[in-house]
Nanobody, 124 residues
Framework: QLQLVESGGGLVQPGGSLRLSCTAS????????TAWFRQAPGKEREGVSC????????NYADSVKGRFTISRDNVKNTVYLQMNSLKPEDTAVYYC?????????????????WGQGTQVTVSS
């Protein structure tokens, strides 16, 4: 059974860093584009970043460009999101998602496999 599990969330002060991990099981991840989405209370889910199935192409939301970096290790079936210079407005539940496609898009409707989410809270 295909499964995605996120980890690495937590409480961090403004300006701090966190690294999220998304580990896949039940499928070979190098056939799947993977994305990170986030949802803050009272707001719609938004795309944060995504990476192509082999890792050669990445996309970022304007709000995180220059601060977040997505990467993947297909040997470990894991996608990472390194988040630096965190701001209070980055507070949200972060979800990873996968789709059997080569290139990625920041559109939640294109993904049919989702993790359970991990909470990121940026606060002093």
């Amino acid at each position: 059974q295909l499964q995605l599990v996120e980890s690495g969330g937590g409480l961090v002060q403004p300006g701090g860093s966190l690294r999220l991990s998304c580990t896949a099981s039940g499928f070979t991840s190098d056939y799947y584009a993977t994305a990170w989405f986030r949802q803050a209370p009272g707001k719609e889910r938004e795309g944060v970043s995504c990476i192509s199935s082999r890792g050669g192409v990445t996309n970022y939301a304007d709000s995180v460009k220059g601060r977040f970096t997505i990467s993947r290790d297909n040997v470990k079936n894991t996608v990472y999101l390194q988040m630096n210079s965190l701001k209070p407005e980055d507070t949200a539940v972060y979800y990873c998602a996968a789709a059997r496609r080569r290139l990625c898009v920041l559109s939640s409707g294109q993904y049919n496999y989702w993790g359970q989410g991990t909470q990121v809270t940026v606060s002093s």
